[in-house]
């Protein structure tokens, strides 16, 4: 049973930092692809960064430079370190995986973006 755990959301001001953990489990982890989405309220879910089973990473425009995906696979975790953050960032931070064409969710994380 694939189960995804997300955690590290909260409360930051503007140009401040979080790191989010996704702690994976009920996959052989080094073998996927992982993805970190968001969802702003009234929003579609989107994606915000891949890293490929091989370590590439591809990332939306709008979070170059300040956000940084990175896998652990003896741990079965991800992380996505957020530097700068801007109220835009604002939003429920949701990992993901997909696996014999399904895709799996945690819970999600959030995270707020405010003076």
């Known amino acids: 049973q694939v189960q995804l755990v997300e955690s590290g959301g909260g409360l930051v001001q503007p140009g401040g930092s979080l790191r989010l953990t996704c702690a994976a489990s009920g996959i052989i982890f080094s073998m996927y692809d992982m993805g970190w989405y968001r969802q702003a309220p009234g929003k579609q879910r989107e994606l915000v960064v891949v890293?490929?089973?091989?370590?590439?990473?591809n990332y939306v425009d709008s979070v170059k430079g300040r956000f940084t995906v990175s896998r652990d696979n003896a741990k079965n975790t991800m992380y996505l370190q957020m530097n700068s953050l801007k109220p835009e960032d604002k939003a429920v931070y949701y990992c993901n995986v997909n696996r014999a064409r399904q895709n799996y969710w945690g819970q999600g994380t959030q995270v707020t973006v405010s003076s």
């Open positions: 890293i490929t089973s091989g370590g590439r990473r």
